[in-house]
């Protein structure tokens, strides 16, 4: 997992810092076949993380076709890297390589675990705003206790007592029913 913060050199926010995005990545992999000559058919696929430029005819990372001739691929990824255009003050385009490596074991047959197979790519804001957006929420609280007292901040909401709020009980104030199960 590795964080990529992408920000705007123009717009600030009230503490003087940056505005921008958090790239999470949660999922990279390392592409094995790097040396092969038909990876130029997948050129995308060794590199994790890459940030571009955005261009209208840049709307895909491979063909359909490449397969065809993975030698020769008609769409190359790594021709939109060699322009090596600037990408201050631009509109970008993410392409993230999401994946696992997976090393077949004996306890894999017939049927492969899949207890890994998570991937995720966030986009998150970072010193975009200038406190937390939930707390201009209407029901947000916070609760904090004090001594025996709940103390509870609803941020300037009328809503007075929040609903989410219980009360405490005593474990002897359990009137359930608990059924043994003998094995």
């Not at 003087?16 to 990279?28: A, C, E, L, M, T």
């Not at 509109?91 to 997976?102: I, K, R």
């Not at 300037?156 to 094995?183: A, H, M, N, W």
Request: aromatic share 12%; glycine share 4%; with cysteine.
């Amino acid at each position: 997992m590795y964080y990529v913060c992408v920000t705007n050199i123009v717009f600030h926010f009230r503490y003087r810092s940056r505005r921008g995005y958090r790239i999470i990545h949660n999922s990279p992999t390392d592409f094995v076949l790097k040396k092969s000559a038909v990876a130029q058919a997948a050129g995308w696929a060794t590199f994790p993380l890459v940030v571009t430029k955005y261009k209208d005819i840049e709307d895909a990372s491979s063909s359909l076709y490449a397969q065809g001739d993975p030698w020769d691929p008609v769409l190359d990824f790594r021709m939109y890297l060699e322009d090596n255009n600037t990408i201050v003050d631009e509109d970008l385009v993410v392409w993230a390589t999401l994946g696992s490596t997976v090393i077949p074991r004996a306890e894999d047959v017939p049927s492969p675990t899949t207890v890994r197979n998570t991937y995720s790519l966030l986009l998150t804001p970072h010193n975009y705003f200038n406190k937390c957006p939930s707390t201009v929420v209407s029901d947000a609280v916070h609760i904090v206790k004090e001594g025996d007292e709940m103390v509870v901040d609803t941020f300037g909401t009328s809503s007075g007592q929040p609903s989410c709020l219980q009360s405490e009980r005593s474990v002897s104030d359990f009137y359930g029913k608990i059924d043994r199960v003998d094995p």
